[in-house]
């Protein structure tokens, strides 16, 4: 059977492939993703965030020793007001990012990798990218302060989440919802068949 292994930290992305019937083995890819996306100051959007999700599979292709696995790497960034921003990582930015998003909407991109291991090497791969709209609620200063002090958005991309307390301030979305938790599953379905996966075949016993 196909190993499936998950290039991420994100408990987001782990929840949302067991909520859907994958069990997959956790790597993390040891990356700057900051410099690989100062590296591409320029390029649209879209192309970026599937850079970033290439890059972390490249580092995690000599790790993946299975006869036979498909390693899904993802990357999510929010553009919003002209401006693509990734995770703030300290308060100060969280608030900067939220009085600038707050009463407005933003496109929250997901670069998708989907990596055919075989024998421990890589025999093909399949790359795309997702795009959803998030219409941000108008909130006050005293809201953002008590949002940013629980830490949530601090390690978030676009500095909130969609199903946690970042909810509360989100006022609707127009897309795909599993691609804001961090991995599209139509998508992530559609590639795996590019590279002749059958997602029914990966699902665990239930």
């Given at each position: 059977?196909t190993?499936?292994v998950?290039g991420?930290?994100?408990?987001a ?5 067991r ?7 956790v790597?993390?890819a040891?990356?700057?993703e900051?410099?690989?996306a100062?590296?591409l100051t320029?390029?649209p959007p879209?192309e970026?965030?599937t850079?970033?999700a290439?890059?972390?599979a490249?580092?995690l ?10 390693l ?16 703030p ?11 600038h ?26 790359t ?7 219409r941000?609620a ?6 953002v302060?008590a949002y ?9 991309a676009?500095?909130?989440?969609l ?6 301030f989100?006022d609707g979305?127009?897309?795909d919802p ?22 029914t ?6």
């Open positions: 059977m190993e499936v998950l991420s930290a994100s408990p992305r782990l929840r949302v492939l909520q859907a019937g994958l069990d997959p083995r790597l993390v040891d990356i700057d900051d410099a690989i100062d590296e320029g390029a879209a970026i965030v850079r970033l290439v890059a972390k490249d580092a292709v000599p790790r993946v020793d299975a006869d036979d696995a498909v899904l790497t993802c990357d999510s960034m929010l553009h919003i007001r002209g401006e693509l921003v990734g995770k990582h300290t308060a100060e930015v969280a608030r900067e990012r939220w009085a998003m707050s009463g407005h909407s933003g496109d929250l991109l997901t670069g998708h990798c989907v990596t055919r291991i075989r024998g421990g090497e890589p025999v093909a791969r399949a795309d990218s997702e795009s959803t709209e998030i941000f108008r909130v006050d200063d005293a809201t302060e940013v002090a629980t830490g949530e958005p601090l390690a978030v676009g500095s909130f989440t199903d946690g307390l970042g909810g509360w989100v979305i127009d897309g599993s691609s804001v938790l961090g991995i599209g599953l139509p998508l992530t379905r559609r590639l795996l068949a590019r590279v002749d996966v059958d997602v075949t990966l699902w665990s016993a239930r």
